[in-house]
């Protein structure tokens, strides 16, 4: 059996900026955070958006699920984690913001991200090669 791991969690504090007119962080803001932690997680396996561009492929999001359990506050601390969940034919991250002082989940959701071939603009079904090389170090045989 085939698996992997690669995982990535990045701290913030809610700036004032994102809050909205009820002094909550606006709901927009967290496809935001999402979009930092996935970063992190790219950078992590050496393919983090350059490295996509020299490729050859890009990686547009075509969906994003957001379950809101509990609102972020001005200058609360967050950790926000991203995990690879599905990875050759999509890419499937799934993510989770807790409460840094406490662990308390208050928000889950997940990207899909389709690769699509920069020259000809037509999506690939498979995951590039490419990729697959980026996630061997990561993948072990259970």
Not at 59 to 66: A, K, L, N, R, T
Not at 113 to 122: D, L, N, Y
């Amino acid at each position: 059996m085939l698996s992997y791991k690669v995982a990535s969690c990045i701290s913030l504090t809610v700036p004032f900026h994102d809050l909205d007119p009820l002094n909550i962080c606006w709901h927009g803001h967290y496809v935001r955070y999402f979009e930092l932690a996935r970063t992190a997680l790219l950078q992590q396996i050496n393919y983090d958006y350059p490295q996509m561009k020299r490729s050859g492929f890009f990686w547009p999001v075509i969906e994003v699920f957001v379950r809101y359990a509990h609102p972020l506050y001005y200058q609360q601390t967050i950790d926000v984690h991203a995990r690879l969940q599905e990875w050759e034919n999509r890419l499937k991250i799934g993510y989770e913001i807790r409460d840094t002082k406490t662990g308390k989940r208050l928000t889950r959701g997940h990207t899909l991200q389709v690769s699509v071939h920069m020259a000809t603009q037509e999506m690939c079904f498979v995951t590039p090669e490419v990729f697959r090389k980026k996630l061997e170090p990561f993948l072990c045989t259970e």
